[in-house]
C-alpha cells in the first residue's frame, strides 16, 4: 500500500525542492526499468487523466515522465559528450601542435627575410664597387 507513504511525502514541505535537486543523472537502471515497465507503459499513467483525479499528481507524473525521456536521451547524449570532450583534448593537442609550427615558420620566414635583406645590400655593395671600378678605369684611361 502506498497511500499513506505517498501522503507524507508529498505533505513534506520540501518535496518540490526535492525533486528539483534529484540527482537525475545517477539514476539506478534497476528504478528506470520500473518506471519504464509499470508506469510509463501503464495507460492510465497519462497527465490528462491523471489531472482529473488530482492536480498535484499530475505534476508528479508529468516529472516521472519527464525524468523517464532525460534518462532515454542522457544514454544517448553522455558517449556524444565523451567523444566530444576527447575531440576537443585532441584540437587542443593538435591546435598547440599547429602553433608551434607556426612559430617555427615565423623564425624560418624572419631568417628568410633578414637573409634576403643582407642579399640584397651586399648586391648593392657589389653594383656600386662594379660602377667604381668602371669609373675608375675610365679616368684612367682619360689619364693616360
Not at 488530482?54 to 525524468?67: F, N, Y
Request: glycine content about 2%; aromatic content about 6%.
Amino acid at each position: 500500500d502506498y497511500w499513506t507513504p505517498g501522503q507524507q511525502m508529498l505533505g513534506d514541505i520540501k518535496f518540490l525542492d526535492t525533486l528539483k535537486t534529484y540527482d537525475k543523472d545517477n539514476i539506478s537502471p534497476d528504478i528506470m526499468k520500473k518506471i519504464r515497465e509499470k508506469y510509463v507503459t501503464n495507460p492510465y499513467f497519462d497527465p490528462n487523466l491523471v489531472k482529473k483525479v488530482s492536480t498535484a499528481c499530475e505534476g508528479l507524473c508529468k516529472w516521472v515522465r519527464a525524468i523517464e525521456v532525460y534518462d532515454r536521451v542522457i544514454k544517448i547524449v553522455a558517449p556524444k559528450k565523451a567523444k566530444l570532450s576527447e575531440a576537443e583534448t585532441e584540437l587542443a593537442n593538435q591546435m598547440d601542435k599547429l602553433n608551434e609550427k607556426r612559430a617555427q615558420l615565423q623564425q624560418v620566414t624572419d631568417k628568410l627575410q633578414a637573409l634576403n635583406d643582407e642579399f640584397a645590400a651586399m648586391t648593392k655593395k657589389k653594383k656600386d664597387l662594379e660602377d667604381n671600378i668602371e669609373l675608375c678605369s675610365q679616368k684612367l684611361d682619360r689619364a693616360e
